[in-house]
C-alpha cells in the first residue's frame, strides 16, 4: 500500500501518453482520507520555452482533486531549486529546466500538458520528411527543401517540420563559469582541478 504522497500525480486520465491499470493501492492525504490509485504511466508536458518533457512514473488518482509534481522525486534525480519573487526554477547541469509561480502557496507550472496519446487510442506516425530530418542529422527545413530541389528526397513533399526537442537541445550552451579573484602569491597556491567526469565509457588505454 501507498501511503502519503510522495509520488506525482493526476486525476487526468486523458492525459498519460502511455497508462498501466493498477489496483490495490491508496494514497492518503492530508486530511488522512485514502484514495485509490487506478493507473500509472508517463505525462508529457510542453514547458514555458516551448520544450517538451515526459513525466514519468505519475499516479492516476480519481479521487484527488489537484495535479502534483513533487519536488522530493524532482530531488532524488538531482534536480536543484531555486526560489525568489514568487518564482521557483527547477534546474539540472546549470540550466533551468521549468519554473512555477506561487499562488495560494502552492506553485503552479508554466507550461502545458500535451494531449495524451491513450485519448485517441493511436500513435502518430511520423511523416516522411520528419524521417528525412532525423536520417540526415537533424538537417533544417531550409536544407531539405535544398535536397528536394537536387531529386534527393525520393520525391517525398517538403513540408513544416513538427517541433523538435533534440534540435533545441543541441543548439543549448551550457552555463559559465564565474570569473573569480585570484589571491594567490606563491608557486602552487593556486591548483586547476579536473572537473569532469569520471566518465563511464573507457578510453583506448581502459581508465
Request: aromatic residues 6%; charged residues 30%.
Amino acid at each position: 500500500m501507498d501511503s502519503g504522497c510522495s509520488f506525482h500525480m493526476t486525476p487526468n486520465k486523458p492525459w498519460f501518453e502511455k497508462f498501466i491499470e493498477l489496483q490495490g493501492g491508496l494514497v492518503l492525504l492530508g486530511n488522512n482520507k485514502p484514495c485509490k490509485i487506478q493507473g500509472i504511466g508517463s505525462i508529457r508536458l510542453k514547458l514555458h520555452d516551448g520544450i517538451e518533457k515526459i513525466i514519468k512514473d505519475v499516479r492516476f488518482v480519481p479521487n484527488h482533486k489537484r495535479n502534483l509534481i513533487l519536488l522530493g522525486e524532482l530531488d532524488k534525480k538531482g534536480y536543484l531549486f531555486r526560489g525568489e519573487n514568487d518564482i521557483l526554477e527547477v534546474m539540472k547541469d546549470s540550466r533551468i529546466i521549468t519554473r512555477g509561480v506561487r499562488k495560494h502557496d502552492l506553485y503552479s507550472l508554466e507550461g502545458k500538458v500535451v494531449a495524451g496519446l491513450i485519448a485517441s487510442g493511436f500513435v502518430r506516425d511520423m511523416s516522411r520528411i520528419e524521417l528525412w530530418h532525423r536520417r540526415l542529422g537533424h538537417v533544417s527545413e531550409r536544407g531539405l527543401v535544398e535536397l528536394s530541389k537536387q531529386g534527393m528526397l525520393c520525391g517525398d513533399k517538403v513540408e513544416k517540420l513538427n517541433f523538435c526537442e533534440h534540435c533545441v537541445y543541441g543548439k543549448t550552451c551550457k552555463a559559465k563559469f564565474g570569473v573569480g579573484q585570484q589571491r594567490t602569491k606563491g608557486i602552487l597556491d593556486l591548483i586547476h582541478a579536473d572537473l569532469w567526469g569520471p566518465s563511464r565509457t573507457l578510453s583506448h588505454s581502459q581508465n
